[in-house]
């Protein structure tokens, strides 16, 4: 079954019928996320409801503090497809304006949540807030449901076995520390970024160590910078599958080249012979292995590139590989 994806009234079906519905902004879809998830569609099939998310873009925060933004653990589309995952039915992505904000929390449930979505269950994290200035809460919400005839169900407050919340703020904390492993455990997979590769200096691939870049600012929360194990994942043309190749990735501007942006390059372990330029891609984290440093000369980076390969393989699983042929790189 394929999520419907709605961003305007009109899109939504006349013949919807009534909905179980969630809100949110699902930054990531970690593991709390998708137990309310859970939740909704378990309770929409037996209710024989339409699962529906109800979610926002941009994020609320860079839209009111524009000098400030959030930058997403994930992109859209990367949480649509996590949304989809999951089971829900369909996503109505709601452009999230100032003048949208300015709804007080029943002017929200009538208008959105009852009179567009027809929504007769609701599903949310205890700590829920809607409306003008956030003024909504979860009691908010259940004396709305008594007046508007729908059900609301709250999901406890989720966590791991310290007691601390699985949240997106979390896990934006562990990757500005690096701690990739950290964030994998909060998001219950690891985490991604997508974006274009483009062309670089080259630099990687005169010493062995070819690479697909990617900057800008759109990639998802790029973490600290760093060296660290990780897969870089492409579309298999033609078909839905994906392909998963073994990957070191360098996180930084380069110090050891004076660099001044901030790229994030994938080095495919002993692959010369990929011409990835154009291509969308996306590229998980799995470990970190060491701070990005400039040494003090090009033999001691080489030696210690040739380690980090090692323990990528290592971590991976993977066959160890060394530098490749220059003369072998394919790419152009």
């Not at 589309?77 to 304006?97: C, K, M, N, P």
């Not at 949208?100 to 994290?125: C, D, I, N, S």
């Not at 360098?250 to 001044?260: C, H, L, R």
Request: aromatic share 6%.
């Amino acid at each position: 079954m394929t999520m419907k994806m709605w961003e305007r009234s009109s899109d939504i079906p006349a013949d919807l019928g009534a909905a179980a519905v969630t809100i949110g902004i699902f930054d990531g879809v970690h593991k709390g996320h998708r137990a309310v998830l859970a939740r909704l569609v378990g309770e929409a099939r037996e209710r024989g409801l339409t699962s529906v998310a109800l979610t926002f873009d941009p994020h609320p925060a860079t839209v009111h503090s524009p000098a400030h933004p959030i930058h997403l653990v994930a992109t859209l589309d990367d949480r649509l497809d996590r949304l989809a995952a999951a089971g829900v039915e369909a996503t109505f992505i709601q452009h999230y304006s100032l003048e949208y904000a300015r709804a007080t929390p029943e002017e929200f449930v009538a208008r959105q949540l009852v009179g567009e979505l027809h929504a007769r269950l609701v599903v949310v994290g205890e700590d829920v807030r809607f409306g003008c200035n956030n003024s909504g809460d979860s009691a908010t919400l259940q004396a709305l449901g008594e007046k508007y005839g729908f059900e609301v169900i709250l999901i406890d407050d989720l966590g791991d076995e310290s007691g601390r919340r699985w949240s997106s703020t979390r896990v934006r904390e562990l990757l500005a520390s690096g701690d990739v492993a950290g964030a994998r455990e909060v998001l219950g997979r690891p985490h991604r970024i997508r974006g274009t590769v483009v062309h670089g200096f080259q630099r990687g691939r005169e010493l062995g160590f070819p690479t697909a870049n990617l900057a800008g600012d759109n990639l998802g929360e790029v973490p600290a910078d760093g060296v660290y194990a990780g897969w870089l994942v492409r579309s298999v043309r033609g078909t839905k599958a994906a392909e998963y190749l073994p990957t070191a990735i360098s996180v930084g501007t380069n110090p050891q080249f004076d660099g001044q942006e901030r790229t994030v390059e994938a080095h495919v372990l002993g692959r010369a012979d990929l011409n990835l330029y154009g291509e969308d891609i996306a590229v998980d984290f799995i470990e970190f292995l060491r701070p990005m440093v400039a040494f003090s000369s090009l033999d001691e980076l080489l030696t210690q590139m040739d380690e980090d390969l090692r323990k990528t393989a290592e971590i991976l699983g993977v066959p160890v590989a060394g530098r490749v042929d220059p003369a072998h790189v394919t790419a152009h």
